[in-house]
């Protein structure tokens, strides 16, 4: 294992922590805040180690996906260690739990949050719990990929392990060109969110802190209401960002480049729209009655929808207090998510889509033994390899869930809660329902409970596999073995 060259990129990882987190220092010398100093000591620290740890180049830059899963995993613990320091520093969040939860529920764009009055944060952090919905949401070793020059395949082994979906493909030939490609294409729909949130008269820290919350569809609010309180322009801006940031990301670029046949085409984009609209259309017929009017509950079943679906989780209204069949569909929509290539969490619509297939190949081969016939998917046949990944990561997943679900059952509260807590976690959503529903937060949980939800939170974020691969014991084996050989070699004499 390339054990120098995890140690390099984590480095790295801790110095654009630390280069990003000077933007609440700035929100908090613009808002004359004395909690702007945590943010500047930890950046400061964070930069210290991150030098010490990058500054010798390693030997060989080239390393495999056992050596990306690893290196992304430890960059998500090592980010959200660092990114909880500020809050225990200022006091805010005393407790060292609680404090890690927030900070790893906003870089995993879950947005569950143990607040219970998040209008009592100072602006900078406010801003800062906001932008790691940003940070998380493309993810930061993508941002990396465009900056550090890696040999051979080690750029894709560690896109593979962080970017969501069933498979990972290049746009352009080089993999650091598909990476700076996805960020200005994340940036450019950030941009104009925020221009279009400043038209409907929103301040321009409300405008950036809901941009990013959208962007990363990540759903920390910087109210107590979330964005109950807002127009309905604005909600409606809102809305369709949502729904666009949970689009395969390989449309926007077939977009940007004229290729609108590509981009109309996708199967994935087609069935989670059509998704959305059904959903929405359901909602719809079922509210309009307690709602003030049509419009209102419009708009209610479309924010509530592409809020789920897309695991962002801001809300408008307490949809707990909805019928039992909508919150049934929102619950379905929480598993489903959004496109993969997305910025969405979830199973992914195109794991959902290819394990219906499977479904339907099955029960056709029943009928027809000697009929030999493919999956087709995006108008092109799948893979084995793909479907068999496909369904270990589903049977993956339920086990994850159920154990989770099973581990937080101690404490004793209803099977609503705790069924809803593990799905807003693991898909990264973040409101659920009953004592965790849109009003109410993950406070009630005791640390232990916590710390199972903060596992689910980061496996959901890395699709499972990266972050299981930390507990597998042959990981750790090659190390020490590793290191058994350095020591050897230091200890015998030169010939």
Known sequence: MNTSMIRFILGYVLKIEAVLMLLPCLTAVICREPEGIAY????????????????????????????????????????????????????????????????????????????????????????????????????????????????????????RAESPGPSVGKLVPKIRYTARILYLIYLGLTLLEVLLLLAGHMSLFEALTTSFGTAGTGGFGIKNDSLASYSPYLQWVVTVFMILFGVNFNAFYFLLYRKFRKALGMEEVRCYLLIIAVAVGIIFIDILDTASGVFDALTHASFQVASIITTTGFSTVDFNQWSQSCKSILVLLMFIGACAGSTGGGIKVSRIVILVKTVVKELTSYIHPKNIKKINFEKKPVEHEVVRSTNVYFITFMIIFSASVFAISFEGRDLVTNFTAVAATINNIGPGLEMVGPVRNFSIFCPFSKFVLMFDMLAGRLELFPLLILFHPAVWKSLFIQKKKGKKKASSPKS
């Open 40 to 159: 500047l000591l930890t950046a400061a620290f964070s930069f210290a180690l991150g030098f010490l740890m990058s500054r010798k180049k390693p030997a060989s830059s080239v390393f495999y996906l056992k050596e990306g899963c690893v290196a992304t995993s430890l960059s998500w613990v090592f980010l959200s260690l660092f990114g909880a320091l500020p809050f225990l520093i200022t006091g805010e969040i005393p407790s060292v739990t609680d404090a890690l939860f927030e900070t790893i529920s906003g870089f995993t764009t879950t947005g569950a949050s143990i607040l219970s009055d998040v209008e009592a944060l100072s602006y900078c952090s406010l801003f800062w719990r906001s932008f790691t919905h940003w940070i998380g949401g493309m993810g930061v070793l993508v941002f990396l990929l465009a900056v550090i020059p890696l040999s051979g395949g080690s750029h894709i082994n560690l896109m």
